[in-house]
């Protein structure tokens, strides 16, 4: 953002002009991050120094014809879900059974996702909560979504590389995540239960897509975290395997100043650095250190520097986002309303306000616009002709709800392939964690 000079405020009109160009993905660019995308796709997959991991998940295409009950774990965040999902073929399913449970918990004072906290801790919680859920005369085959980069030796044996998402729990980093639940599973005394599979969650996504649709290639996550993965038409064994990218990871993305604030105070400085531009866990935080930087510039607010509200480290959610993009009364009631309460701000002009809203606006554009860049480099890279039509799964908060996100990414892909997208199928993913998840656990059963 452009600087005030030492005796005149900032006038928030010049701000806001400066921010648009700091922001903005121009179509060049999105050509050149998907240029840059396919390019660290194709060293991941030849193991040179790529920040795309480009991890094999030893999962291939389902049939279709998949049935029966299985249990599924969703371990994505700090809410976890276990569900039973009775596969019923070709795309069809009921979902029988269904808890979800936080793994921070501040009324009964704990945080399993703190640097406080162990793996047998955090596991031993979660086999209690799938006890719930059981019936003691059954005996179920469960799918784990572990949401987290995890090295794969085998569609069962996983070992978390790192976390993400900021999530810190001690002692599970480099193990195996499979053995740590089964342990966890037979400490509390839980014999029913045998963990067949475990999974990305993008790759949930694109099994519970490609479950009913032979088309489904391609499954994304736009959430608190963002990663994509994709059928690799020549997997390791010959066959198309799922490949987990880690896309979150894919650093050749324009870092703002702001961008590199957020990344400095994160817990892991220069990693996941897409990730902090487009993941519901840091888009609140961006827009929170803009409208810090114009206040302590004197462009708004300006009888409330120092404010505590906008000083508090991530203390504009993503959900605050939403809901500022969604104001469309005509003095931006809701916002005023807002900066009230969250602020400590009553007397707000219509200026500021639609200034926060347009600053929301920006974040969320470059973020789909980035996102829509990946997704034409993955396409370019299995059919560079566009010759195929590709139906694509997301999943995540974002694109379900944040309002502009998806058809951005709709607007940037229709620009950007042959016969204006009309290859493409971007589908919204429904349960796509446990049934994916499911349909993986029955992959296994098969074997
Ligand atoms: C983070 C994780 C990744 C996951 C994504 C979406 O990027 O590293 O494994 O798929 O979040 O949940």
């Known amino acids: 953002m452009a600087k005030k000079n030492n005796t005149t405020p900032l006038q928030l009109s010049d701000a806001l002009l400066s921010l648009d160009s700091e922001f903005q993905i121009t179509r060049g660019m999105v050509q050149e991050i998907a240029a840059a995308f396919q390019m660290q796709m194709q060293a991941g997959l030849l193991k040179r120094p790529a920040?795309?991991?480009?991890?094999?998940?030893?999962?291939?295409?389902?049939?279709?014809?998949?049935?029966?009950?299985?249990?599924?774990?969703?371990?994505?965040?700090?809410?976890?879900?276990?569900?039973?999902?009775?596969?019923q073929g070709n795309g069809c399913y009921q979902v029988t059974k269904n808890k979800s449970f936080p793994l921070i918990c501040s009324q009964?004072?704990?945080?399993?996702?703190?640097?406080?906290?162990?793996?047998?801790?955090?596991?031993?919680?979660?086999?209690?909560?799938?006890?719930?859920?059981?019936?003691?005369?059954?005996?179920?085959?469960?799918?784990?979504t572990f949401s987290f980069p995890s090295c794969h030796t085998g569609i069962n044996a996983a070992s978390l590389i790192c976390w993400t998402k900021e999530i810190r729990t001690r002692e599970v980093e480099g193990k195996d995540i499979t053995h740590l639940l089964d342990e966890a599973l037979q400490r509390a005394g839980i014999k029913n239960v045998k963990p067949v599979a475990i999974l990305n969650d993008t790759v949930a996504a694109m099994l519970a897509g490609a479950y009913g649709d032979r088309n489904c290639d391609i499954g994304s996550i736009c959430g608190t975290g963002h990663n994509t993965c994709y059928f690799e038409p020549n997997g390791p064994d010959g066959l198309p395997m799922a490949i987990n990218m880690e896309s979150g990871n894919f650093d050749d993305v324009p870092f703002s100043v702001y961008d590199w604030l957020l990344d400095n105070n994160s817990h892991r400085p220069g990693e996941q650095r897409l990730e902090k531009l487009v993941g519901g866990c840091y888009l609140g935080e961006i827009v929170r250190l803009i409208a810090a930087d114009m206040v302590e510039e004197g462009a708004m607010f300006p009888d409330d520097k120092g404010n505590p509200g906008m000083l508090l480290p991530y203390s504009i959610k993503t959900e605050y986002v939403s809901s500022m993009i969604a104001d469309e009364t005509p003095g931006l009631s809701n916002i005023k309303i807002w900066c009230r309460d969250h602020l400590g701000i009553s007397n707000s002009t219509w200026e500021e306000r639609a200034a926060l809203k347009h600053i929301s606006g920006l974040v969320v554009t470059r973020a789909a616009s980035l996102v829509a860049a990946t997704y034409i480099g993955i396409l370019n890279h299995i059919d560079a002709g566009h010759n195929r039509t590709h139906s694509l799964v997301i999943d995540g908060s974002l694109y379900q709800k944040l309002p502009g996100f998806a058809?951005?990414?709709?607007?940037?892909?229709?620009?950007?392939?042959?016969?204006?997208?009309?290859?493409?199928?971007?589908?919204?993913?429904?349960?796509?964690?446990?049934?994916?998840?499911?349909v993986a656990a029955s992959l296994c059963a098969a074997r």
């Open 108 to 144: 009964e004072g704990y945080d399993l996702t703190s640097p406080d906290a162990v793996g047998t801790d955090m596991f031993d919680y979660i086999a209690k909560q799938i006890k719930t859920i059981l019936d003691q005369n059954e005996r179920y085959l469960l799918g784990h």
């Open 407 to 438: 058809d951005r990414i709709t607007a940037v892909l229709n620009d950007h392939t042959v016969n204006n997208g009309q290859g493409i199928r971007l589908i919204k993913a429904q349960d796509a964690s446990g049934v994916g998840a499911a």
């Open 51 to 87: 920040s795309l991991k480009m991890l094999p998940a030893f999962i291939g295409r389902p049939s279709g014809n998949e049935r029966g009950s299985y249990l599924a774990l969703d371990f994505g965040g700090t809410n976890i879900r276990v569900m039973l999902v009775n596969l």
